[in-house]
């Protein structure tokens, strides 16, 4: 038999008890770090002092508390004292046999998280999108008679003045480029299912990553050797990898730095939609890079389109990623600290009539 105390310092999430007079009778481990406080510095202290909730919360509560029942709040700014707000779930539940305490668990969402904003985002990014798509096409013609108009005139002028004509086409080129990364989403069609080995994937991408954009870095694999096929189009999920890789790459600069590619296996994980339906996402693929991490002012938005935190970015490359992981019925998702940032992909195992394989 585990004891409480074990669980209770293992819970990876914050945790409180509160007593009846609404102090902080007890606070995990995870709760500490949430606080950033000690348990001692906390205990015995108005717990809506500590911690504030940006919803008006004390009736529910109160109700809760009198008739035994829990109580879940979703999607609320949850601060506390010393740092900013995050948006988290709560969940609260009476104490058992200790009638007014109540225990009180907070889960910041996750960051990033694809499947909690649903769809409107998705139909959103794709309006805006299909807008740029079309302004793609219309722009490249001029920008190629520009091009050529500045080339022509570099051939009669003197030194000088051919600082600007490069300047022209070189930041004609740069426009190109990003036009051409608009239209690729155009090109997009639907995958073209079929059974994946994923590490023959991740392979291709490092090599290829390797002898490009990504010389200065080191690419580690940490393969799970038993991880069954995955099921998608190897095409689409060469170009999420690349993009996962080429953007850890930029992040480490010319310094260089390491990239762990990790897979494993997690039969528990489902996608669970809001109509109740869902699968199983058990094939796991982490791209884990030793970088700055994600810039704070953009991180909850890195997926849509045009969202960079770089100078010269497009902000594409992982709206691109978002649509093709929601192609695949996937599910992506990216943590990041200072020295850590991992995008982890969840996808659909190939099913066994097609794969050849024995039942799951
Ligand atoms: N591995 C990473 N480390 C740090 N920041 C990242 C990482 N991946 C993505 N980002 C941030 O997310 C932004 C959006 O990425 P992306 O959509 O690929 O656009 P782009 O690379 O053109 O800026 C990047 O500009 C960068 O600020
Ligand atoms: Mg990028």
């Given at each position: 038999m585990i004891s409480d105390q074990v669980i209770w310092a293992s819970l990876p999430v914050p945790a409180f008890i509160i007593d009846p007079e609404d102090r902080i009778s007890d606070v995990n481990s995870s709760?500490?770090?949430?606080?950033?406080?000690?348990?001692?510095?906390?205990?015995?202290?108005?717990?809506?002092?500590?911690?504030?909730?940006?919803?008006?919360?004390?009736?529910?509560?109160?109700?809760?508390?009198?008739?035994?029942?829990?109580?879940?709040?979703?999607?609320?700014?949850?601060?506390?004292?010393?740092?900013?707000?995050?948006?988290?779930?709560?969940?609260?539940?009476?104490?058992?046999?200790?009638?007014?305490?109540?225990?009180?668990?907070?889960?910041?969402?996750?960051?990033?998280?694809?499947?909690?904003?649903?769809?409107?985002?998705?139909?959103?990014?794709?309006?805006?999108?299909?807008?740029?798509?079309?302004?793609?096409?219309?722009?490249?013609?001029?920008?190629?008679?520009?091009?050529?108009?500045?080339?022509?005139?570099?051939?009669?002028?003197?030194?000088?003045?051919?600082?600007?004509?490069?300047?022209?086409?070189?930041?004609?080129?740069?426009?190109?480029?990003?036009?051409?990364?608009v239209e690729q989403f155009?090109?997009?069609?639907?995958?073209?299912?079929?059974?994946?080995?994923?590490?023959?994937?991740?392979?291709?991408?490092?090599?290829?990553?390797?002898?490009?954009?990504?010389?200065?870095?080191?690419?580690i694999e940490d393969y799970d050797p038993s991880l069954p096929l995955a099921y998608g189009d190897p095409d689409q999920l060469l170009q999420v990898v690349l993009n996962l890789l080429k953007n850890a790459s930029e992040a480490a600069g010319p310094k260089g730095g390491t990239i762990r590619l990790h897979t494993y296996f997690e039969h528990s994980f489902r996608l669970r939609r809001s109509d109740g339906s869902g699968h199983s996402l058990p094939l796991q693929i982490e791209i884990i890079d030793d970088g700055p991490g994600l810039p704070e002012n953009i991180r909850s938005d890195i997926f849509d389109p045009f969202v960079s935190g770089k100078e010269n970015g497009t902000g594409l490359g992982l709206a691109l990623v978002s649509k093709i992981v929601s192609d695949h019925d996937g599910w992506i998702t990216a943590e990041s600290v200072p020295g850590q940032t991992i995008f982890r992909l969840s996808l659909r195992r190939a099913p066994r009539e097609v794969a050849g394989q024995d039942k799951e």
């Open positions: 709760g500490e770090g949430f606080l950033n406080a000690s348990r001692k510095s906390v205990v015995g202290h108005p717990v809506w002092d500590q911690i504030a909730v940006d919803a008006p919360l004390e009736e529910a509560f109160l109700r809760a508390r009198q008739q035994g029942t829990p109580l879940f709040v979703n999607d609320v700014d949850v601060g506390s004292g010393n740092r900013a707000p995050l948006q988290c779930a709560l969940q609260i539940a009476p104490l058992l046999g200790h009638p007014g305490s109540m225990i009180m668990i907070v889960s910041p969402r996750e960051l990033a998280s694809r499947m909690t904003r649903g769809n409107t985002v998705k139909s959103a990014a794709q309006s805006a999108i299909g807008m740029a798509e079309m302004l793609a096409h219309e722009i490249k013609n001029p920008l190629a008679g520009i091009t050529g108009a500045a080339q022509l005139l570099s051939m009669n002028i003197g030194p000088q003045d051919l600082e600007l004509t490069d300047l022209i086409v070189a930041e004609s080129r740069r426009i190109v480029k990003l036009l051409e990364q155009g090109n997009l069609s639907q995958p073209d299912f079929k059974p994946v080995n994923i590490h023959d994937v991740l392979d291709r991408a490092r090599r290829s990553a390797l002898l490009g954009f990504g010389a200065d870095m080191t690419i």
